[in-house]
């Protein structure tokens, strides 16, 4: 049980983190591959889990745990989308203005 705290608590620390890092940071990209190994350990440790216990409340948790990760998951993807938007926006403004300033 222990285990899947410990990886429970690592998976919002490590979403907690994409939510502050600009996604021009190489971190990023490593953070996203930690976030993919821990959900899959989550998933295993839960398949374990599973199998071996009785208690409901225990289970519940679990799910709620889930839900609570998936909501931080969806805002992390949001973040980085309006990131990547934003980024393009100013791509975009500036071959404007490189465009009107070379025809001048």
Known sequence: MDRIERVNQELKDTLDQLLVIPIE???S???VQQVQQLVTSRQQLLAQLIQVETDANILQAQVDIGRELE???KD???YRK??????NNKQRQLKIYNSVDANR
Do not use: F, G, M, T
């Open 71 to 73: 909501e931080k998951a």
């Open 82 to 87: 309006n990131l990547i938007v934003s980024s």
């Open 29 to 31: 990209d490593q953070l």
């Open 76 to 78: 992390v993807r949001e």
């Open 25 to 27: 940071d190489e971190r």
